[in-house]
């Protein structure tokens, strides 16, 4: 009885990637036989939104987003992000992403990605949508844009490993904080005592599958049967139920995305 209050939702995995291709109606079953029942599924290319509109068709359980990813835009990319906005329409978009910064060294310049980032933030605020956000060591610079861009539908930063401070003004920015496998590395201490301390409206949980392995698991291929391992580590460090953790994560969800669940409450 008490199992079944727990119904887990992965806000951030790429069920589109090639990775799934053989596996994909097994694994969605396999999810759903233990409660993981809904998916946020963000894009990350052109290339891969017409894949996913499709695939959501077959997988009513999904939610998906669509966006130009900072780390993989190239040269045609200008073109495409004209096409986004009626993507999103045409698509049931619940947000736009992923989209934001990636500061890696091996990434694109960064005037052209902060004018995609932009470009993508305007479209989100003219269709009135939240944005999943990637951002890599560009928190504050990601930061003060959303705020210039006056967005204010928030989103969920994907995969937070941010400070207290800065989990804080995204908070207050109307962002809920993906947290996800990383918290399960017994090494991760910074991400722990943030994690410790973060109030109970602030997060939602995520595998980022296919990558992310967690701990004990590297080298293996990340899947959403996963996201009850991310709640129960959750749950240990922040001292709470797992019943709880999966429960808060729902309601934080369903601030930010109310029609998410239909009738299924
Ligand atoms: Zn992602």
Partial sequence: MLYSLRMYVDTHCHLDFAAFD??????????????IRHFLVPSTTYESW???TQ????????RVAFGLHPYFLHSESIMN???LGDTCEQGGAVAIGEIGLDFWPDAMDVEVQKHFFGAQLSIARELNLPIILHARKSYDVALKMISDANHTSGGIVHAFNGSLEQAKRFV????????????TYPRAKKA??????????????????????????????????????????LADLR?????????????NLLRLFPEWYGDER
Avoid at 22 to 35: G, K, Q, Y
Avoid at 55 to 62: K, R
Avoid at 172 to 183: A, D, H, K, V, Y
Avoid at 239 to 251: E, F, L, R, W
């Fill in 239 to 251: 001292g709470q139920s797992v019943n709880d953790i999966a429960k808060q994560a729902k309601t």
């Fill in 81 to 83: 992000v004209e096409k």
């Fill in 55 to 62: 695939l959501a068709l077959i997988y009513p359980m999904w």
């Fill in 22 to 35: 053989s596996s994909r109606s097994e694994l969605m079953s396999a999810c759903l036989e233990n409660n």
């Fill in 192 to 233: 722990h005592r943030v994690v410790q301390q973060l109030e109970d409206q602030a997060y939602v949980l995520e595998t980022d599958s296919p990558d992310m392995p967690l701990h004990g698991f590297q080298g293996q291929m990340n899947t959403p049967l996963n996201i009850p391992k991310v709640a129960f580590c």
């Fill in 172 to 183: 207050e920015r109307g962002f809920l904080l993906g947290i996800g496998g990383t918290i």
């Fill in 50 to 52: 017409q894949k996913v």
